[in-house]
């Protein structure tokens, strides 16, 4: 062989090697623990604030990500996996976000109508105390029954605030105005204006 050929030969088997190496490194990328982490812990905020309820588009959208990530990992496609990852973290986020500020909604709703429970519920309580003896037997029941649903409303929904379940929250609130509206219908009744 000549030494033109020898330098030639030697030239493209240096090409193939770092070909290989390049490929070869490609696919063996480290696995995206950090990556995996940080989407978690997106992952988590965002199931803090609801997300699957109040941002449902932007939950399932990263839990596509988060199993397509995962099912990448079991096959060690790290660097495929890390992108996905990315994305299921940032679509969290965003979820995290926007449920943030719908539930903020939420519970500025929730507290305006508890605010106004308590205020009409004290005026028909006071409505009560000042014509109780006038009450026929019939209307008495009638306000206990509606003054003890109120009290189990009121109670369900504070504990609904507590535990962050502020949809609940609204819904017993709703529920809660309307026995206050049943009550509300049986004393002025019974106070010498209309009958019921």
Request: proline share 1%; aromatic share 8%.
């Amino acid at each position: 062989m000549s030494e033109e050929r020898t330098t030639e030969c030697w030239h493209r088997i240096s090409f193939l090697f770092i070909l290989y190496l390049a490929v070869s490194s490609v696919g063996c990328s480290s696995r995206p623990d950090a990556e995996l982490k940080l989407a978690l812990e997106a992952m988590e905020q965002a199931k803090g604030q609801h997300a699957a309820e109040f941002a449902a588009a932007e939950w399932k959208s990263g839990e596509e990500a988060w199993e397509q990530a995962h099912a990448l990992l079991a096959k060690e496609s790290y660097s495929q996996a890390r992108m996905q990852l990315l994305r299921a973290k940032s679509r969290f986020e965003k979820a995290r976000d926007i449920a943030k500020a719908k539930r903020d909604v939420v519970l500025k709703d929730v507290q305006g109508i508890q605010k106004e429970i308590d205020r009409r519920y004290q005026a028909v309580k006071d409505g009560v105390g000042s014509s109780g003896a006038r009450l026929s037997a019939a209307r008495k029941k009638s306000l206990e029954d509606a003054f003890r649903e109120i009290d189990r409303g009121l109670e369900k929904m504070k504990a609904e605030i507590q535990q962050g379940e502020y949809n609940d929250a609204r819904n017993s609130a709703q529920t809660t105005a309307r026995w206050l509206y049943e009550a509300e219908r049986v004393l002025p009744g019974s106070l010498g204006g209309k009958k019921n």
